[in-house]
Nanobody, 123 residues
């Protein structure tokens, strides 16, 4: 089992920045993929970014490419999401997710999920 706890959410004006962090505990060595998803009110959960354990390969949703950066510290079992140039449409609950295998953007392929942290961007 892997437990994920997110932190760093909050409220910010458009154009601002936030940094989300996710701390993993438990069988963290099995988390080959770490990712962030988000869910806005009335919408489905959507992929934001993922990073692989080996080689640090990253993948981003087109909507955040160039603005968000995902990173991980394998030694500390943490994954961060630096969010710059935030837009009101980035408002959502952000979830940290972990997968045993090397996967990409498909939510059902993720094995573990955090409780989420709210990000609100005002115009």
């Amino acid at each position: 089992q892997v437990q994920l706890v997110e932190s760093g959410g909050g409220s910010v004006q458009a154009g601002g920045s936030l940094r989300l962090s996710c701390a993993a505990s438990g069988r963290t060595f099995s988390s080959n993929t770490m990712a962030w998803f988000r869910q806005a009110p009335g919408k489905e959960r959507e992929f934001v970014a993922r990073i692989w354990r080996s080689g640090g390969s990253t993948l981003y949703a087109d909507s955040v490419k160039g603005r968000f950066t995902i990173s991980r510290d394998n030694a500390k079992s943490t994954v961060d999401l630096q969010m710059n140039s935030l837009k009101p449409e980035d408002t959502a609950v952000y979830y940290c997710a972990a997968a045993i295998y090397y996967v990409n953007y498909d939510a059902p392929q993720y094995d573990y999920w955090g409780q989420g942290t709210q990000v609100t961007v005002s115009s």
